[in-house]
Protein backbone atom coordinates (compact mmCIF):
# COMPACT_ATOMS: atom_id res chain seq x y z
CA UNK A 1 0.00 0.00 0.00
CA UNK A 2 1.39 3.30 -0.67
CA UNK A 3 1.03 5.62 1.98
CA UNK A 4 1.26 9.49 2.78
CA UNK A 5 3.36 11.40 5.59
CA UNK A 6 2.21 15.06 5.74
CA UNK A 7 3.84 18.46 6.37
CA UNK A 8 2.54 21.85 7.09
CA UNK A 9 3.90 24.25 4.68
CA UNK A 10 2.46 27.63 3.13
CA UNK A 11 2.78 27.84 -0.39
CA UNK A 12 1.08 29.95 -3.41
CA UNK A 13 -2.84 29.50 -3.38
CA UNK A 14 -2.30 30.07 -7.22
CA UNK A 15 -0.68 26.57 -8.01
CA UNK A 16 -2.30 24.56 -5.90
CA UNK A 17 -5.56 23.03 -5.47
CA UNK A 18 -7.15 19.86 -3.57
CA UNK A 19 -5.59 16.71 -3.65
CA UNK A 20 -8.25 13.81 -4.35
CA UNK A 21 -7.05 10.89 -3.16
CA UNK A 22 -7.54 7.31 -6.10
CA UNK A 23 -7.48 4.35 -3.90
CA UNK A 24 -7.19 2.64 -8.10
CA UNK A 25 -3.60 4.56 -7.01
CA UNK A 26 -2.97 2.87 -4.34
CA UNK A 27 -2.95 6.17 -2.30
CA UNK A 28 -3.73 6.68 1.39
CA UNK A 29 -4.98 9.06 4.12
CA UNK A 30 -2.14 10.58 5.83
CA UNK A 31 -0.18 9.30 9.00
CA UNK A 32 1.07 12.60 10.90
CA UNK A 33 1.64 16.00 10.29
CA UNK A 34 4.37 18.66 11.18
CA UNK A 35 4.83 22.32 10.89
CA UNK A 36 7.37 24.54 9.04
CA UNK A 37 6.86 27.65 10.41
CA UNK A 38 8.14 30.22 6.97
CA UNK A 39 5.39 32.19 4.50
CA UNK A 40 6.67 31.26 1.00
CA UNK A 41 4.39 33.12 -0.71
CA UNK A 42 5.89 35.18 -3.02
CA UNK A 43 8.73 33.45 -3.01
CA UNK A 44 10.07 30.07 -4.89
CA UNK A 45 8.66 26.59 -3.51
CA UNK A 46 10.96 24.97 -1.23
CA UNK A 47 13.00 21.71 -1.99
CA UNK A 48 13.55 18.50 -0.38
CA UNK A 49 17.17 16.90 -0.73
CA UNK A 50 19.28 14.65 1.38
CA UNK A 51 16.86 14.87 4.27
CA UNK A 52 16.09 19.00 4.17
CA UNK A 53 14.07 21.47 3.00
CA UNK A 54 16.08 24.06 1.59
CA UNK A 55 14.73 27.17 0.36
CA UNK A 56 15.63 31.00 -0.90
CA UNK A 57 13.59 33.96 -1.54
CA UNK A 58 13.56 35.80 -5.15
CA UNK A 59 16.11 38.40 -6.18
CA UNK A 60 17.23 38.20 -2.59
CA UNK A 61 20.33 36.38 -0.64
CA UNK A 62 18.44 35.11 1.76
CA UNK A 63 18.62 31.25 2.62
CA UNK A 64 16.82 28.85 4.84
CA UNK A 65 16.82 25.10 5.58
CA UNK A 66 14.54 23.43 8.11
CA UNK A 67 14.98 19.17 9.13
CA UNK A 68 12.82 16.60 8.25
CA UNK A 69 10.45 17.65 11.51
CA UNK A 70 10.17 21.59 9.83
CA UNK A 71 12.41 23.00 12.51
CA UNK A 72 14.34 25.71 11.45
CA UNK A 73 18.16 25.11 11.19
CA UNK A 74 18.87 28.66 9.75
CA UNK A 75 17.93 31.97 8.20
CA UNK A 76 20.89 33.81 6.89
CA UNK A 77 21.70 36.43 4.16
CA UNK A 78 24.17 34.53 1.94
CA UNK A 79 27.54 37.13 2.28
CA UNK A 80 29.94 37.39 -0.92
CA UNK A 81 32.52 39.17 -0.81
CA UNK A 82 32.99 43.17 -2.22
CA UNK A 83 29.49 42.38 -3.49
CA UNK A 84 27.15 44.92 -3.55
CA UNK A 85 23.92 42.78 -4.37
CA UNK A 86 23.42 38.94 -4.04
CA UNK A 87 20.80 37.09 -5.63
CA UNK A 88 20.55 33.02 -4.89
CA UNK A 89 19.25 31.15 -7.87
CA UNK A 90 18.79 27.75 -6.21
CA UNK A 91 19.75 26.10 -2.81
CA UNK A 92 20.88 21.99 -2.53
CA UNK A 93 21.70 19.77 0.33
CA UNK A 94 24.68 17.60 0.77
CA UNK A 95 24.38 13.85 2.56
CA UNK A 96 27.03 15.13 5.02
CA UNK A 97 24.76 17.75 6.22
CA UNK A 98 26.01 20.65 4.30
CA UNK A 99 24.68 22.50 2.11
CA UNK A 100 24.86 24.79 -1.39
CA UNK A 101 23.76 27.65 -3.15
CA UNK A 102 24.25 28.80 -6.72
CA UNK A 103 23.32 32.95 -7.79
CA UNK A 104 25.36 36.00 -9.10
CA UNK A 105 26.92 38.90 -7.45
CA UNK A 106 27.06 41.93 -8.22
CA UNK A 107 29.54 45.06 -7.11
CA UNK A 108 28.40 48.80 -6.72
CA UNK A 109 28.88 49.37 -10.66
CA UNK A 110 26.81 46.55 -11.43
CA UNK A 111 29.34 44.32 -12.76
CA UNK A 112 28.37 41.08 -12.27
CA UNK A 113 29.89 37.11 -12.16
CA UNK A 114 28.32 34.06 -11.37
CA UNK A 115 29.24 31.69 -8.04
CA UNK A 116 28.36 28.55 -6.46
CA UNK A 117 29.20 28.33 -2.83
CA UNK A 118 29.43 25.40 -0.52
CA UNK A 119 28.38 26.02 3.02
CA UNK A 120 28.68 24.44 6.60
CA UNK A 121 25.51 22.83 8.46
CA UNK A 122 25.12 26.36 10.04
CA UNK A 123 24.52 28.00 6.84
CA UNK A 124 28.21 29.92 6.67
CA UNK A 125 30.31 29.94 3.25
CA UNK A 126 33.02 27.23 3.60
CA UNK A 127 33.72 28.07 0.42
CA UNK A 128 33.16 30.32 -3.10
CA UNK A 129 33.74 29.07 -6.39
CA UNK A 130 33.22 32.02 -9.44
CA UNK A 131 31.82 29.90 -12.11
CA UNK A 132 31.79 32.79 -14.67
CA UNK A 133 31.02 32.64 -17.83
CA UNK A 134 28.82 29.53 -16.75
CA UNK A 135 26.25 30.57 -14.59
CA UNK A 136 24.34 27.79 -12.51
CA UNK A 137 20.44 27.98 -12.22
CA UNK A 138 20.04 24.12 -10.53
CA UNK A 139 21.89 22.62 -8.36
CA UNK A 140 21.77 19.25 -6.46
CA UNK A 141 24.11 16.82 -4.43
CA UNK A 142 24.17 13.28 -5.70
CA UNK A 143 24.75 10.94 -2.77
CA UNK A 144 28.78 10.51 -3.75
CA UNK A 145 29.18 13.91 -2.40
CA UNK A 146 29.67 15.65 -5.38
CA UNK A 147 27.94 19.03 -6.48
CA UNK A 148 25.58 18.95 -10.31
CA UNK A 149 24.88 22.35 -11.92
CA UNK A 150 22.72 23.21 -14.67
CA UNK A 151 23.75 26.40 -16.29
CA UNK A 152 24.31 28.11 -19.34
CA UNK A 153 27.47 30.64 -20.48
CA UNK A 154 27.06 34.29 -21.09
CA UNK A 155 29.60 36.99 -22.07
CA UNK A 156 30.23 40.26 -19.99
CA UNK A 157 27.04 41.56 -21.53
CA UNK A 158 24.99 39.07 -20.76
CA UNK A 159 24.67 37.71 -24.15
CA UNK A 160 24.60 33.48 -24.26
CA UNK A 161 27.67 31.89 -26.00
CA UNK A 162 26.51 30.23 -28.80
CA UNK A 163 28.09 26.46 -27.84
CA UNK A 164 28.27 25.50 -24.50
CA UNK A 165 28.03 22.89 -21.87
CA UNK A 166 24.82 23.09 -19.89
CA UNK A 167 25.77 20.51 -17.12
CA UNK A 168 28.91 20.76 -15.06
CA UNK A 169 29.79 18.39 -11.80
CA UNK A 170 31.88 19.81 -9.20
CA UNK A 171 34.14 17.87 -6.43
CA UNK A 172 33.78 18.82 -2.62
CA UNK A 173 36.82 21.24 -3.44
CA UNK A 174 35.01 23.29 -5.43
CA UNK A 175 37.11 22.02 -9.08
CA UNK A 176 35.28 21.31 -11.88
CA UNK A 177 35.25 17.52 -12.92
CA UNK A 178 33.36 17.14 -16.05
CA UNK A 179 31.64 19.30 -18.39
CA UNK A 180 28.98 17.81 -20.67
CA UNK A 181 25.58 18.00 -22.46
CA UNK A 182 25.77 20.41 -25.37
CA UNK A 183 23.34 23.61 -25.14
CA UNK A 184 22.74 22.52 -29.42
CA UNK A 185 21.77 18.70 -28.12
CA UNK A 186 18.28 20.05 -26.61
CA UNK A 187 15.29 20.62 -28.62
CA UNK A 188 14.21 24.18 -29.73
CA UNK A 189 10.81 25.62 -29.61
CA UNK A 190 11.77 28.87 -28.96
CA UNK A 191 14.61 31.09 -28.17
CA UNK A 192 14.76 29.94 -25.03
CA UNK A 193 17.75 28.25 -22.93
CA UNK A 194 17.23 24.69 -21.68
CA UNK A 195 17.67 26.38 -18.23
CA UNK A 196 14.55 28.27 -18.15
CA UNK A 197 12.27 25.89 -16.38
CA UNK A 198 14.55 23.51 -15.17
CA UNK A 199 14.98 21.15 -12.46
CA UNK A 200 17.79 18.78 -11.45
CA UNK A 201 17.22 15.74 -9.30
CA UNK A 202 18.85 12.78 -8.53
CA UNK A 203 18.52 9.29 -7.44
CA UNK A 204 21.28 6.46 -5.57
CA UNK A 205 22.69 6.16 -9.01
CA UNK A 206 21.48 8.52 -11.60
CA UNK A 207 21.09 12.16 -12.49
CA UNK A 208 17.72 13.79 -13.71
CA UNK A 209 17.35 16.74 -15.57
CA UNK A 210 13.99 18.02 -16.96
CA UNK A 211 13.89 21.21 -19.21
CA UNK A 212 10.77 22.75 -20.19
CA UNK A 213 11.86 25.09 -22.75
CA UNK A 214 13.61 22.20 -24.46
CA UNK A 215 10.88 19.84 -23.35
CA UNK A 216 12.83 17.39 -22.48
CA UNK A 217 14.00 14.63 -19.81
CA UNK A 218 17.58 13.07 -19.51
CA UNK A 219 19.28 11.21 -17.35
CA UNK A 220 22.52 10.56 -16.95
CA UNK A 221 25.15 8.48 -14.57
CA UNK A 222 27.29 9.79 -11.80
CA UNK A 223 30.68 9.33 -14.53
CA UNK A 224 28.87 11.29 -17.04
CA UNK A 225 27.29 8.82 -19.47
CA UNK A 226 24.04 10.05 -21.31
CA UNK A 227 21.07 7.22 -19.72
CA UNK A 228 18.56 8.31 -22.43
CA UNK A 229 16.30 10.50 -23.03
CA UNK A 230 12.61 11.41 -23.50
CA UNK A 231 10.12 13.94 -24.71
CA UNK A 232 8.89 16.07 -22.13
CA UNK A 233 5.30 16.44 -21.36
CA UNK A 234 3.25 18.64 -22.86
CA UNK A 235 1.94 20.54 -20.29
CA UNK A 236 1.65 24.73 -20.41
CA UNK A 237 3.90 25.04 -16.95
CA UNK A 238 6.14 21.88 -14.97
CA UNK A 239 6.39 22.87 -11.23
CA UNK A 240 8.11 19.72 -10.22
CA UNK A 241 9.89 16.66 -10.70
CA UNK A 242 10.64 13.53 -8.92
CA UNK A 243 12.73 10.51 -9.85
CA UNK A 244 12.98 7.31 -7.82
CA UNK A 245 15.39 4.86 -6.72
CA UNK A 246 13.90 2.82 -9.12
CA UNK A 247 13.46 4.84 -11.71
CA UNK A 248 10.74 5.86 -11.59
CA UNK A 249 9.65 9.50 -13.22
CA UNK A 250 6.80 11.79 -11.68
CA UNK A 251 6.21 15.49 -13.12
CA UNK A 252 3.63 17.95 -11.31
CA UNK A 253 1.95 20.22 -14.39
CA UNK A 254 0.21 23.25 -14.42
CA UNK A 255 -3.26 22.90 -16.55
CA UNK A 256 -5.70 24.99 -16.91
CA UNK A 257 -9.20 24.52 -16.04
CA UNK A 258 -11.87 26.50 -16.59
CA UNK A 259 -11.82 30.56 -17.16
CA UNK A 260 -8.68 31.94 -15.48
CA UNK A 261 -8.30 28.61 -13.25
CA UNK A 262 -4.91 26.74 -13.26
CA UNK A 263 -4.47 23.39 -11.89
CA UNK A 264 -1.74 21.03 -11.20
CA UNK A 265 -1.71 17.47 -12.68
CA UNK A 266 0.58 14.68 -11.70
CA UNK A 267 1.97 12.47 -14.54
CA UNK A 268 4.71 9.45 -14.39
CA UNK A 269 6.69 8.55 -17.14
CA UNK A 270 6.39 5.53 -19.23
CA UNK A 271 9.95 4.81 -20.58
CA UNK A 272 9.16 2.00 -23.06
CA UNK A 273 6.41 4.16 -25.01
CA UNK A 274 8.06 7.84 -23.74
CA UNK A 275 4.26 8.37 -23.05
CA UNK A 276 3.82 10.77 -19.55
CA UNK A 277 0.51 9.48 -17.88
CA UNK A 278 -2.09 11.44 -15.97
CA UNK A 279 -2.79 10.34 -12.93
CA UNK A 280 -5.72 11.12 -10.73
CA UNK A 281 -3.43 13.19 -7.74
CA UNK A 282 -4.46 16.34 -8.97
CA UNK A 283 -2.92 19.40 -6.91
CA UNK A 284 0.41 17.59 -5.48
CA UNK A 285 3.46 19.74 -6.24
CA UNK A 286 6.67 18.17 -6.30
CA UNK A 287 9.34 19.17 -4.08
CA UNK A 288 11.90 16.21 -3.88
CA UNK A 289 11.88 12.38 -3.02
CA UNK A 290 13.39 10.79 0.41
CA UNK A 291 14.32 7.09 -1.05
CA UNK A 292 10.76 5.49 -1.76
CA UNK A 293 8.65 8.72 -1.13
CA UNK A 294 7.56 11.43 -3.47
CA UNK A 295 7.77 14.47 -1.36
CA UNK A 296 4.48 16.92 -2.63
CA UNK A 297 2.70 19.93 -1.66
CA UNK A 298 -1.00 19.42 -1.92
CA UNK A 299 -3.12 21.66 -0.47
CA UNK A 300 -2.79 24.76 1.74
CA UNK A 301 -0.42 24.53 3.80
CA UNK A 302 0.32 20.86 3.74
CA UNK A 303 2.77 18.87 1.91
CA UNK A 304 3.50 15.06 2.26
CA UNK A 305 5.92 12.27 1.99
CA UNK A 306 4.05 9.89 -0.92
CA UNK A 307 4.78 6.89 -1.54
CA UNK A 308 5.95 5.97 -5.06
CA UNK A 309 7.11 2.49 -5.33
Request: with cysteine; hydrophobic share 40%.
Amino acid sequence: MRRILFVSLFISAACLSTLHISRADGLSAPERQVVISRDFSGSPLPKWENGYFVAHEASSPRIYAFDRTGRMIFSSELAIPDAARVIVHDMAASPDGGFGAAGSAYSAGGAGTAFIAWLDPSGACKRIVRTYPFSARRISFTIDGTLWAFGREHTAEFEEVAEHNVLRRYGPDGFLLKSLLSRQSFPRYDRRHPMVGSFLVSSPDRLGLYSTAAKEWVEVSFSGDVLGRWKGAEVPLVVGVALTPSGLVYLAGQQPVGRGKQQVVLYRLDKATGLWQALDSPGMTILGTDENYIIAAYKLPQVGWVRAE
